[in-house]
């Protein structure tokens, strides 16, 4: 069974950080993109970051750019994004994603993140 499962959000004052992880299974991780999406409260659902199947090359939407990082282990089939200098406009849930191909997508759950004093 093809699985996506986030975890690592919560509750985090201005300027905090947290690492969220995606742990897949069910399909060959490496030879995959991931993503990271946020989707906040009255907002559509938005692109944050890609990493390649390799992890060599990623992607950043501008709103994170040198806030949060992207990564892989795909020995642990699981992907993370560390997120620094978090604001309450960070306040979202956060999905991972993984494009199997033009018409399969797997989404996680999500994981909520609230940046809040």
């Known amino acids: 069974q093809v699985q996506l499962v986030e975890s690592g959000g919560g509750l985090v004052q201005p300027g905090g950080s947290l690492r969220l992880s995606c742990a897949a299974s069910?399909?060959?991780?490496?030879?995959?993109?991931m993503s990271w999406y946020r989707q906040a409260p009255g907002k559509e659902r938005e692109l944050v970051a890609v990493?390649?199947?390799?992890?060599?090359?990623?992607n950043y939407a501008d709103s994170v750019k040198g806030r949060f990082t992207i990564s892989r282990d795909n020995a642990k089939n699981t992907v993370y994004l560390q997120m620094n200098s978090l604001r309450p406009e960070d306040t979202a849930a956060y999905y991972c994603?993984?494009?199997?191909?033009?018409?399969?997508?797997?989404w996680g759950q999500g994981t909520l993140v609230t940046v809040s004093s």
């Open positions: 994603k993984a494009a199997l191909s033009n018409l399969i997508e797997v």
């Open positions: 069910g399909f060959t991780f490496s030879s995959y993109a």
């Open positions: 990493i390649s199947s390799a992890g060599g090359r990623t």
